[in-house]
C-alpha cells in the first residue's frame, strides 16, 4: 500500500537573542525526526509508518538566522543539547554553538568595526562576530548526507526563504486610469526575501538559488551567508547588509500578485524600470520590520500547484508550524493624551511597523483547533508570580535583547525551546484517526495495538507527565469548525527515549548574578565613546561646519551624548537582571 506523507513547512518569527529558543525548537525535531524515521525499520516498531517531510524553512530576523543554520544542519549530523550535561562540540550542533557560546553582548560591544577614523558608523553595536558566526556554522561535524525527511517527492533539497527589507524597495504598477490612458498608478514595496534550494544539489526550480551543499565555498553561497546576516539586521543596532541580485528573481515572487479561482499564487511582475537595472542592488535591514512571521512565504510553498489544501482533520496534508519566541500577547494600550508633534513623531516608526507586521486571518488559523494547516509553538514554562508569566524566556528583557547578557540566560531558552517542542510533538502535532495518512497503518497488523500510540488529553496535569497513557485520548474534529469525533495519531511518533520529560533546574537555569555590571559598564564606555564621537564628528559634521565655536559644541555634545548612552545601557541591563531574577526565582 502507498506510504502517504504530510508536509510541515517551519516558520520562524524574528527574535533578536531568544533565537536561542527558536533554534532549541529546531534542535528536537530534527532528532525527533531522525529517530522516527530509524526506529519505524525495527520488526518490535508498533507504531505509524507514514512519511513526514519538511521541505521548506522560512524566517524573519532571528529566526532567518536560524532558519539558515537549518538548513546546513538538514544536511549534517546534529548531536542535540541535554540537560545537565555539557555542551556539544561546536561544530556538531551548530545550532547551540551560535546562538549559545559563540555569541554574547561582550562580543557585541567590541570596537573592531570603528577602528577607520574616516568610516561612518554602521551600526549601534559591533556586528563584526555575526559574520564569523556565520563563516563557523559552515564547518560542521561530520561527511553531508541525504535525509529522508527532507525536501518533497524526489526532490531531497531544502526550500529555505529570509525575508529582508528592502531600504531601495521595488517598484510596481498598475494601468488603472482607462484603458486608452498611457499612465500607470505606481506603489513601492520594501518588503523583500532571499530564497535558495539547499540540496545534493540544490534544485533551480521556481527561482530559487541553487546552492550544493557538498561544495559550500562556490560563489553562489555568498548571497546565502550576506543574506543571513540581513535578514537579522535589526535596525539601528546591527549592520544594514548591501544583496546584489538578478532583477529576474522578481518573476517569481510569491509576495506581490493575486490567487486565481484554484487558489494558485500568479505573480505580479515589477514596472518594467527595474528589468533596466540588472543585477538589482540595494541595502537590507532586518526582515522582521515588515514581515516578522513569513507564514506565507512557506504556505506558498507547499500549496505550489495545489492551491488551498483541506484544512479539516480528515482531509489535512500539510501544515504551517510558526515557532514564535515572542508571540506578541495582546494588551489595550494606554490611552495617551499627548498630542504635540515632538512626542507623535518618535511612534511613527513603531506604528508603522506594527501594523506591517498585522495579519490576524493568520494568526486566527492557529489559534483554531480543528484547522489542522496552521500550529505555533511559544515559550511556556511553570509561572508561580507575574514576573514569571511575563518572561517565560530568560532573553525577553530589553525588548528581546536580554538574552545576550549573559550565557546562562541562552542556555536555558534552548533547552525550554527543546522541551516546548517536545510537549508539542507529544501531545499537539497529531491527526484524527481517520486521516488518509494513517491508511497504511490502518492496513498493518500494529493497528491493533493503536491504543499505546493514541494522543492523550493532558489539559490541566501538573508537573512533568511520565505516562500520558493514564490519561484519556485526546479528541479531534474531522471538519473545519466541527465538534471533536475522532481519537488521535501523532504527525511525528515519538521514540520511547524521546518521551522521557525534559527537565531544565540548577545549572540549566539562567544566572542573573553572574552578570559583571563592573565589567559590562568598561564594555559600554569602551564602545559609547568612540560611536559617539565618530557619529558627531563625521555623520553629524555638516550640521555644526561653518558655525561660531563649532568644534566646541561637538565636544560638548559628544561628552553629553556618551555619559547619557552609558548611564541608559547599564540601567537596561540592570532592571534586566533584576527581571530576570524575579521570574526564575522559586
Avoid at 559563540?102 to 559574520?131: F, M, Q, W, Y
Wanted: net charge negative.
Amino acid at each position: 500500500m502507498e506510504n502517504h506523507e504530510f508536509e510541515i513547512g517551519l516558520v520562524m518569527a524574528g527574535a533578536i537573542s531568544a533565537g536561542a529558543y527558536s533554534a532549541g525548537v529546531i534542535d528536537f525535531f530534527v532528532e525527533a525526526l531522525d529517530k522516527y524515521y530509524e526506529a519505524r525499520k525495527r520488526s518490535d516498531w508498533t507504531g505509524p509508518t507514514h512519511d513526514v517531510r519538511i521541505p521548506i524553512v522560512a524566517g524573519a530576523s532571528a529566526g532567518g538566522m536560524t532558519a539558515a543554520i537549518t538548513a546546513l544542519h538538514a544536511f549534517h549530523d546534529l548531536v542535540p543539547a541535554q540537560p545537565q550535561s555539557a555542551p556539544p562540540p561546536k561544530a556538531a550542533n551548530r545550532l547551540y554553538s551560535s546562538w549559545v557560546t559563540d555569541i554574547s553582548i561582550e562580543r557585541l560591544l567590541e570596537i573592531s568595526d570603528l577602528t577607520n577614523p574616516k568610516a561612518h558608523v554602521p551600526s549601534g553595536l559591533c556586528s563584526d562576530v555575526l559574520g564569523q558566526i556565520v563563516d563557523s556554522a559552515f564547518a560542521m561535524q561530520g561527511a553531508v548526507r541525504e535525509r529522508p525527511w527532507v525536501g518533497r517527492g524526489t526532490d531531497h533539497s531544502l526550500r529555505v526563504r529570509f525575508t529582508l527589507t528592502n531600504v531601495r524597495g521595488i517598484p510596481y504598477s498598475f494601468k488603472v486610469f482607462g484603458a486608452d490612458s498611457p499612465e500607470r498608478f505606481g506603489m513601492t514595496d520594501h518588503g523583500d526575501y532571499l530564497d535558495f534550494s539547499v540540496g545534493m544539489p540544490g534544485s533551480a526550480a521556481g527561482g530559487a538559488l541553487a546552492l550544493d551543499i557538498r561544495d559550500t565555498s562556490q560563489p553562489a553561497w555568498d548571497l546565502f551567508k550576506t543574506g543571513a546576516l540581513a535578514t537579522g539586521a535589526f535596525p539601528i543596532g546591527l549592520a544594514a547588509r548591501r544583496i546584489k541580485r538578478p532583477t529576474q528573481d522578481y518573476d517569481f515572487s510569491q509576495l506581490v500578485g493575486m490567487e486565481d479561482r484554484a487558489g494558485v499564487f500568479q505573480t505580479k511582475a515589477p514596472d518594467v524600470s527595474v528589468s533596466a537595472a540588472n543585477p538589482y542592488q540595494f541595502t537590507a535591514i532586518d526582515g522582521g520590520t515588515i514581515d516578522n512571521e513569513p507564514l506565507e512565504l512557506a504556505r506558498r510553498y507547499l500549496a505550489d500547484g495545489v492551491g488551498h489544501g483541506d484544512h479539516g482533520g480528515e482531509q489535512a496534508k500539510r501544515a504551517i508550524i510558526l515557532i514564535a519566541p515572542f508571540p506578541n500577547y495582546a494588551r489595550l494600550p494606554p490611552d495617551d493624551h499627548q498630542d504635540a508633534l515632538i512626542h507623535i513623531a518618535p511612534k511613527l516608526l513603531s506604528m508603522l511597523i506594527d501594523q506591517a507586521r498585522f495579519k490576524p486571518d493568520e494568526l486566527a488559523k492557529a489559534e483554531d483547533d480543528t484547522n489542522f494547516s496552521r500550529y505555533m509553538i511559544a515559550p511556556t514554562r511553570p509561572a508561580n508570580n507575574a514576573a514569571a508569566r511575563e518572561f517565560p524566556i530568560a532573553s525577553g528583557t530589553i525588548d528581546g535583547f536580554g538574552g545576550f547578557l549573559h550565557e546562562s540566560f541562552r542556555r536555558h531558552d534552548y533547552l525550554l525551546g527543546r522541551r516546548n517542542a517536545q510537549a508539542f510533538i507529544r501531545w499537539n502535532l497529531a491527526l484524527p484517526e481517520d486521516n488518509q495518512l494513517f491508511a497504511a497503518y490502518r492496513a498493518s497488523p500494529q493497528w491493533g495495538r493503536r491504543d499505546e500510540w493514541y494522543v492523550r488529553n493532558v489539559e490541566g496535569a501538573q508537573g512533568s507527565i511520565l505516562a500520558d497513557r493514564d490519561y484519556l485520548p485526546k479528541q479531534y474534529a474531522l471538519k473545519v469548525d466541527g465538534p471533536p469525533a475522532a481519537k488521535g495519531l501523532p504527525i511525528i511518533p515519538l521514540t520511547e527515549d524521546l518521551k522521557k520529560p525534559i527537565e531544565i533546574a540548577g545549572r540549566d537555569l539562567p544566572n542573573p548574578d553572574g552578570i559583571d555590571l563592573a565589567a559590562l559598564r568598561t564594555a559600554i564606555d569602551r564602545r559609547v565613546g568612540p560611536l559617539t564621537e565618530r557619529l558627531i564628528d563625521l555623520d553629524l559634521r555638516r550640521f555644526t561646519d561653518g558655525m561660531l565655536f563649532g568644534s566646541a559644541i561637538r565636544w560638548a555634545a559628544q561628552r553629553y551624548a556618551s555619559q547619557l548612552l552609558s548611564k541608559k545601557a547599564l540601567e537596561l541591563a540592570q532592571g534586566a537582571r533584576q527581571s530576570v531574577r524575579e521570574a526564575f526565582r522559586t
